[in-house]
Structure formats: structure tokens, C-alpha cells
């Protein structure tokens, strides 16, 4: 699937994949929401059946948030970020 989507032409951001972060962290940022880069998450905060935030691993610091998106992959995720 990968290599298929570059048969009939690929396009790639000016200034790398990075670019796309860039950009959006602004759309993020007004809206509400928080981007935090190199942040160690402890563990996701689960209260009644649904995430509601992280611990942070620096001093257990508790981050609420309405929506949380964990980029760890699903290995990690469910392995080493949710409570058992």
C-alpha cells in the first residue's frame, strides 16, 4: 500500500515531515489544546472507563484533558501507559 501511493506521483512538505507540526500547532494551540514535545508520560489517567488525562514522570504532575492522543503506538500504549 505504501509503495503504491508513489506510483502515480507523491508530494512531501518543503522543509520535511516536521513542517507539518509546524503548522498546526498554532490550529492546536488556539483551540485550546496543548502540544508538549519530550514530555515522559508516567501513565494515562483512567477514571470511570475513559482516559482523562496523564501523569507526567517528572514529580507525578497530573495533566487533565478532555481528549487524549498518545503517539507511543499501540504496544506501548496498552502495555506500558494504561493501568491494568
Not at 514530555?39 to 496523564?54: H, N, P, Q
Amino acid at each position: 500500500m505504501v509503495a503504491n501511493h508513489y506510483w502515480d506521483g507523491a508530494c512531501y512538505p518543503t522543509g520535511g515531515a516536521a513542517e507539518i507540526a509546524r503548522r498546526i500547532i498554532p490550529t492546536i494551540d488556539n483551540s485550546g489544546g496543548r502540544v508538549l514535545v519530550r514530555a515522559e508520560v508516567e501513565s494515562i489517567l483512567i477514571e470511570d472507563g475513559r482516559a482523562c488525562g496523564v501523569i507526567m514522570k517528572r514529580e507525578g504532575v497530573v495533566i487533565r484533558a478532555p481528549n487524549v492522543i498518545s503517539d507511543a503506538g499501540s504496544w506501548n500504549t496498552y502495555c506500558s501507559l494504561l493501568p491494568s
